[in-house]
């Protein structure tokens, strides 16, 4: 299952930490270093103009094997997932209740049953992830409202937050009371994420939730002055991943795999390692379902960064 190999190309491992370096320096602060998984900036989750609007149904049923929608259900696929985050990210913050909801590929919500309704919680690591379809548009008046996912977010022990998620290139946006508003406590400019399609067809988009709460120290990206993971290939993948990552000083390290759940599923390194660049290769064991899983990497026991993967039959 793990296959370690130090890469001896020291040369290029401290082009690569000094170019990291460097990006910092630029920065105002190290708590806005971005990565593909994370917000510009640590942003605040904002409200949404409309609230949690007309067609909200109390006592959701949980989310099963992490689909809101079911395999039949007509429209284009989409996968959203994130990690739910305390107000300036230096924690990340497990069991937060995400209730969610949105219409089908016609722009009709089903006000009878909890069709595209479910609720899930942000897991052990802080993530959570869902499969659904785009939402259609419907009517407001004379406009047609963009396509948005509803939220309502917990987090333990704190008020819930209840906004809603649009997506980039949506010609409705502009025009649209609540996409449109781009400063102050209604401000959606972080709400409006991308999508890209994966190898399947299907579009991912990555939405992280930054609120008021109590979390667990190990946020990646405030701390990839320590270490980073660099790549992971092929994604998605059938038999084998590659991880290349890189310590940045003598550190006790781990390599970990998690599933969506939270649990870990593989320890792909656990030991002392210099200052260098290293692969390990991930071979998920026989029986171990499809789907998404994150890769996280350890240093001193502090969760400095992580990546997302998604096993394919």
């Known amino acids: 299952m793990k296959n370690q190999k130090k890469i001896n190309t020291r040369r290029q491992f401290l082009i690569n930490t000094t ?11 190290l708590g806005e270093a971005k990565s593909e998984q994370t917000q510009a900036d ?3 989750t904002t409200l949404d103009y409309y609230g949690e609007g007309p067609f909200y ?6 989310i099963a094997n992490a689909k809101l929608a079911k395999d039949t259900e007509a429209g284009t696929k989409i996968i959203i997932s994130g990690r739910v985050k305390n107000l300036d990210c230096t924690e990340f913050i497990p069991n937060t209740v995400i209730d969610v909801w949105h219409a089908n590929d016609a722009g009709s919500y089903d006000n009878s049953g909890y069709n595209l309704r479910g609720k899930t919680k942000s897991n052990a690591q802080g993530f959570y992830t869902f499969e659904s379809i785009k939402p259609g548009k419907y009517l407001n008046g004379a406009k047609y409202r963009p396509s948005h996912i509803h939220f ?3 987090p333990p022990g704190y008020p819930t937050i209840t906004t809603q998620l649009y997506f980039e290139g949506d010609t409705d946006i502009p025009g649209d009371a609540a996409a449109s508003v781009k400063t102050g406590t209604y401000d959606a400019s972080h709400r409006i994420i991308k999508l890209t399609k994966n190898t399947e067809g299907n579009y991912e988009g990555t939405w992280d939730i930054v609120l008021d709460g109590k979390g667990i120290t190990g946020i990646n990206d405030l701390h990839i002055n320590k270490g980073m993971i660099y790549k992971a290939t092929p994604n998605p993948f059938k038999k084998k991943v590659c991880i290349s990552y890189g310590v940045f000083e003598e ?4 390599l970990l795999v998690f599933d969506s759940a939270g649990k870990t599923v593989a320890t792909l390194k656990k030991e002392k390692l210099g200052k260098e ?3 390990a290769d991930w071979k998920p064991q026989k029986g171990l379902p499809n789907g998404m899983y994150f890769i996280a990497l350890k240093i001193n026991d502090l969760q400095v960064h992580y990546t997302k993967v998604v096993k394919q039959g």
Do not use: R, V
């Open 19 to 29: 170019l990291a370096t460097l990006g910092f320096g630029l920065l105002p602060k």
């Open 42 to 44: 640590c942003d605040k």
């Open 57 to 62: 149904t109390s006592n959701p049923p949980e």
């Open 152 to 154: 309502k977010i917990t």
């Open 251 to 254: 550190s006790n390290i781990e």
């Open 277 to 279: 660049k290293y692969e």
